[in-house]
């Protein structure tokens, strides 16, 4: 009865701000949609494909789309799959596709490795991302394309992830994991109304993209699935996740941008990233995660209305020597925790390196970020921020946050400086709001800071803190 009443309740709260993230969606990618009229469309049958789970219908897939190219340039066509459980490798997008999944239909990967090919490592990271050198190919996969949707009456791709996490937990993988979708060098993609499952490595993987939408997705796999982390836009702008479910073994959404001095040199960003209306539960990640990865930069994130439960983060950045770049510009609001470990994480000496070539002294810049408006039932920690010596991480602001911790210890803080208000329980001394000027922290609502003023207007952290509290005790 317990958890029963504080979910119930916390579904009150997300009905309550939903209208404040409404304002933020669509600020990046206005007018997509998975409706786009295609005028020619066929389906996958058609090319000789058995929906038994058992057949391999790779070739199916490829000749399918190898004939739709042909109308790329009359308007756009559309691969339909019906229902049925449809066993494949690795196969291509074409522009102007529409790859629509019937609500029963099941794209299944096949367990076989030798049917997801190896390619060559991402510029930005200069290896793979788990064994130096190439990579195996993500099970759909696209280059240079514009004007893509993935979508369904949430129909299902599987990715059969569990042979892989057994082969890397074994070390017996001669290439890094694949992905269940990665877009390069991409613009105009809408991904929809589907569910992943058991993805052997990261589930969506737009990288170098831009104009891309991700919005009712369902996410599955074991809790104690390695590294299968949700949603990764990855050196990519103008992008918007709005309105999905995650419950994985890694990060729901990580942000990145390359990965030391190879993300240095390409020196593509991560920026303009919109978030909303995200629910999620990770063991062994957070709920939103910007980093370790980001020698490219990240900046210009704004996520709001997170519910995160029985998780090991809520809230994380994650950076360290040699990595460069910047996190800048980040607003998170709206945000909901129960049995969270540790809600608030920055840390500044996370991670392995691609190689010993990276500069030591390559310090990150974290600037810029802005974390209000947040309730915690059940939390282990309130926060760990850790700076980099000579490196101090800069206006960290936290405002109007309340949450019930069990640490007789909740804040541990360092080489951090910053600002709060209204915290429960009360935040470290370097966030000390007595101490120096009025501070300036990020609104969000641009690229420039705003002086933080008082937020009465805004939901009582704080009340809701209280009813929650009530709600758990019965």
Not at 13 to 28: D, L
Not at 60 to 65: G, L, R, T, V, Y
Not at 127 to 137: A, C, D, S
């Amino acid at each position: 009865m317990k958890r029963s009443a504080v979910f119930q309740f916390l579904l009150v709260f997300v009905i309550i701000v939903q209208s404040q993230w409404s304002s933020v969606s669509g600020i990046y990618c206005k007018d997509m949609t998975a409706t786009v009229y295609r005028p020619h469309s066929v389906t996958l049958t058609e090319f000789g494909a058995v929906g038994d789970g058992k057949t391999l219908n790779t070739k199916a897939f490829q000749n399918a789309i190898f004939y739709l190219n042909s109308f790329a340039d009359k308007g756009g066509a559309q691969l339909f799959v019906p229902a049925g459980r449809w066993l494949t490798g690795s196969f291509s997008l074409i522009s102007h596709l529409t790859l629509s999944l019937d609500k029963d239909a099941v794209i299944i990967g096949s367990s076989d490795s030798s049917d997801w090919p190896v390619m060559d490592p991402l510029p930005s990271y200069g290896r793979g991302r788990e064994l130096p050198g190439e990579r195996h190919q993500s099970l759909i996969f696209g280059w240079n394309l514009t004007d893509v949707i993935i979508t369904g009456a949430n129909g299902t791709i599987d990715g059969q992830g569990d042979i892989w996490w057994d082969w890397f937990q074994h070390g017996n993988l001669n290439y890094t994991r694949p992905h269940l979708i990665e877009l390069m060098y991409s613009t105009n993609i809408v991904i929809s109304n589907l569910t992943f499952k058991n993805s052997p490595f990261w589930n969506i993987h737009p990288v170098y993209c831009s104009q891309v939408l991700v919005e009712y997705v369902t996410i599955l796999a074991p809790l104690d699935s390695p590294n299968t982390d949700g949603i990764n836009p990855d050196s990519s702008t103008n992008v918007c996740i709005y309105h999905c479910y995650v419950r994985n073994g890694d990060d729901i959404i990580a942000i990145k941008s390359g990965w030391d001095e190879y993300g240095i040199s390409f020196a593509r960003p991560s920026s303009n990233i919109s978030i909303s209306n995200i629910t999620g539960e990770t063991r062994g990640g957070a709920g939103i995660a910007i980093g370790s990865e980001m020698s490219g930069g990240v900046s210009n994130v704004r996520a709001e209305g997170l519910r995160i439960v029985n998780s090991l983060h809520g809230i994380r950045i994650k950076t360290a020597p040699g990595r460069g770049g910047y996190v800048m510009n980040v607003y998170i609001s709206d945000v909901s925790m129960h049995n969270v470990s540790r809600a608030i994480r920055i840390t500044g000496n996370y991670g392995e390196h691609p190689d010993n070539n990276y500069d030591k002294n390559a310090l990150p810049v974290i600037s810029n970020i802005t974390i209000e408006n947040v309730v915690g039932v059940n939390v282990g920690i309130a926060g760990i921020l850790e700076g980099i010596r000579g490196d101090n991480f800069s206006r960290i602001c936290i405002s109007n946050v309340s949450l019930s911790v069990q640490s007789m210890h909740p804040w541990s803080c360092s080489l951090i400086q910053g600002y709060s208000n209204s915290v429960t329980p009360e935040s470290c001394e370097e966030l000390n709001s007595d101490s120096g000027d009025t501070p300036v922290c990020y609104s969000g609502a641009s690229s420039l800071p705003l002086r933080i003023q008082a937020y009465t207007h805004r939901i009582s952290a704080s009340g809701l803190l209280d009813t929650l509290l009530k709600l758990a005790s019965m």
